[in-house]
């Protein structure tokens, strides 16, 4: 029988009304010094990986090597604000694991960017792109600031300051970052003219901008990378959902947040025929049974930076003669409890813990954000009988299309916008039908059948690779 690291052992209950706590079953948590504390997101995504890699039964020595990133890097830089005073900015660049290929992953700009929570996301990265059978690696990397508050000269100059920070850690074949939460192809664009600008630009200065994918088109980006996670999301769901007796056509389906992936997946599902009942975002909720119009929310957003206030716009109904109210605004347990048949958490990680999830009234959960569901979440969902399409495979689309770029990029080429979408949904439901046939084999939920597609891939590389020396 193994213990937990926290003295408990593996299997026992406690039956006080104390809140019921999880515990970190495996042993490699001691033994690679995690921290056993089931609220942290790492733990908690570490644990699941290792569930997984039991069930596969993945050798020790991976296990502890995926337990723990490859580099974590930390950067403090100063930089000069429109006022003339200068602020020190905090930024990491976490390096998970590149047994596969180059690391990969997004830039979040945000306020709560910590440590742990790069870690997970870089993490993540590894398996989302071992499961893709991408030749990727996995990183992840921030800095610290709210990108709203700063005007776009800052933004430009924290950019270029990050860029210089970690430019000696990165490279177009070693690291390549990516759009995330607040970064974006403008973004993308400084980041890429900055490594340009500090490599040995004259002989390799257009490849050094495979720096980054993400970019603008007009500087190597690939059409299609912007709208990429959500009509992967959308993929996914086109994919699986009818073996559960969904039909996107005439589907309901509701959003947690309405950035890039929230609003792209509520407005390629809204052209297929779904239709969208309930948002929430950071502000505030917003319902219409009947169906809110995404591209018109989409615009509404663009402009307003949240759903917050939708409800007092009006939209045109029946032949352009009578208008309505967009939508009704709601609290968040009404937007929970909205009936839907996929619900798809497209903002930041660990929003649907039990109190959510006990709530929630839809058939689906398809994961546009990465980590969304905490495990304790995850265990309501399914003793709910809800089913979750995990972010490794959900929301893939983004570092997929980001794979196409950087393989557009390596070989002087653009592809069409028709190519780009139809090589997706291939790699999409490939990846799918690989989860459903681990879903099978192990008699498994869908995320642990995800790791374990995505472990497959990395174990196989390590048995045939070795470990140097
Ligand atoms: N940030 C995105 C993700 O979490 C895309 C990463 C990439 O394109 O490298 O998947």
Redesign the pocket.
């Known amino acids: 029988m193994t213990t937990a690291p926290s003295g408990k052992t593996k299997g026992k209950s406690n039956s006080t009304a104390a809140p019921k706590r999880e515990v970190m079953r495996s042993p490699v948590f001691a033994e690679v010094g995690l921290p056993p504390d089931p609220d942290n997101l790492y733990t908690q995504t570490v644990d699941t990986m290792l569930q997984a890699a039991e069930c596969l039964g993945v050798p020790h020595e991976v296990q502890i090597i995926l337990a723990q990133p490859k580099n974590e890097i930390m950067v403090h830089f100063p930089v000069r604000m429109d006022d003339g005073e200068y602020k020190l900015f905090k930024g990491y660049r976490v390096q998970h694991n590149n047994a596969l290929g180059p690391y990969?992953?997004?830039?979040?700009f945000h306020p709560d960017v910590h440590l742990d929570d790069v870690k997970s996301?870089a993490f993540?990265?590894t398996m989302?792109c071992a499961l893709m059978r991408l030749p990727?690696g996995g990183g992840?990397g921030g800095v610290k600031c709210d990108p709203y508050g700063l005007t776009k000269g800052e933004l430009m100059r924290v950019t270029r300051r990050f860029c210089a920070a970690i430019s000696h850690a990165i490279g177009p074949d070693y690291d390549?970052?990516?759009?995330?939460?607040g970064t974006n192809a403008q973004v993308m664009a400084w980041f890429a003219d900055t490594y340009e600008s500090l490599t040995d630009s004259n002989r390799s200065s257009w490849d050094a901008l495979r720096v980054v994918?993400?970019k603008p088109v007009e500087v190597g980006g690939s059409l299609g990378?912007e709208k990429?996670?959500g009509q992967g999301v959308v993929d996914v769901c086109t994919e699986i959902l009818p073996s559960l007796g969904i039909n996107v056509k005439g589907m309901k389906f509701s959003i947690i947040g309405y950035g890039n992936v929230g609003s792209w997946t509520a407005r390629i599902f809204h052209d297929l025929g779904a239709k969208l009942v309930a948002v929430i975002d950071h502000k505030g909720g917003i319902r219409n049974d009947g169906g809110i119009d995404a591209h018109n929310l989409a615009e509404y957003v663009g402009k307003n930076g949240s759903v917050d206030g939708y409800e007092k716009t009006s939209t045109l109904t029946g032949a352009g003669k009578k208008t309505t109210a967009g939508a009704t605004k709601i609290s968040a347990s009404e937007f929970y409890q909205t009936p839907v048949d996929v619900l798809v958490p497209a903002a930041l990680e660990q929003m649907i813990k039990p109190e959510q999830a006990k709530l929630i009234n839809a058939k689906v959960i398809a994961e546009g954000a990465?980590a969304p569901t905490t495990p304790a979440g995850d265990r309501v969902l399914s003793e709910r009988g809800i089913e979750v399409f995990p972010a490794i495979l959900a929301?893939?689309g983004?570092?997929?299309?980001?794979?196409f770029e950087w393989v557009q990029n390596k070989t002087c080429t653009s592809w069409s916008a028709e190519r780009v979408d139809k090589e997706l949904k291939h790699m999409m439901a490939q990846a799918a039908q690989r989860t459903l046939a681990a879903r099978k084999r192990f008699n498994t939920d869908m995320r642990t059948a995800a790791y374990v597609a995505a472990l497959e891939q990395i174990a196989k590389v390590y048995a045939v690779r070795g470990i140097f020396p």
């Not at 990969?104 to 979040?108: A, E, F, T, W």
């Not at 390549?176 to 939460?181: G, R, T």
């Open positions: 990969k992953g997004g830039l979040r996301l993540l990265m989302k990727f992840k390549i970052p990516a759009p995330d939460v994918t993400g990378r990429a996670t990465n929301n893939a983004g570092v997929t299309v980001s794979y």
